[in-house]
């Protein structure tokens, strides 16, 4: 029998190759890579605008890395960075009708895919899967802050 940690990490590890595969693939149909999902799909879910700080945090990205992506997407007409004042980091990014259009159809594909990926799955037990996964998740964050360094690193 598979130990604890084998049977997790193993799950885990498939299901997050297993999403990139699928985000690739999907975002390849626009000439865009898969990294670029979360970007598009969180600014299509805020229409006030996000700065790219806290995009990274919801990207899990760090900011030089989503920095790069929101130049990327910019260069390709899908989103802009709403100039308000000298700060960088702060000034909302919005998407432009182009990146709206991508969106719409980013969030439409993503609930089809999330849909046929819990085919078999009731609400109850979804919602009981996503507790206790978040449990495990703070937990483990515990642990890794008390590596100290950022961000536990």
Known sequence: ??????RFS????????????????EMNN?????KQVQC????????DGICVTQLALLCNEDKGAMSRTVKELEMGDYLYVEEMGGQKYRNPIKL???????GKL????????FSIGSDGI???????????????SDN????????????GN
Not at 1 to 6: A, I, N
Not at 106 to 113: A, C, G, L, P, T
Request: glycine letters at 6%; aromatic letters at 12%.
């Open 1 to 6: 029998m598979k130990s604890r940690y084998d």
């Open 122 to 136: 009731s609400e109850e037990e979804r919602e009981n899967f996503y507790l206790y996964l978040n449990i495990v």
């Open 96 to 102: 432009t009708p182009r990146g709206l259009e991508l």
């Open 30 to 34: 626009f000439g865009l890579k898969g």
């Open 140 to 151: 483990l964050q515990k642990i890794c802050q008390n590596y100290g360094g950022k961000n």
């Open 106 to 113: 980013v969030s439409k594909r993503i609930d089809d895919i």
């Open 40 to 47: 598009i799909y969180h600014l299509y879910n805020d229409e």
């Open 10 to 25: 193993s799950l885990i590890l498939s299901i997050n190759k297993n999403i990139q595969k699928i985000k690739n693939y």
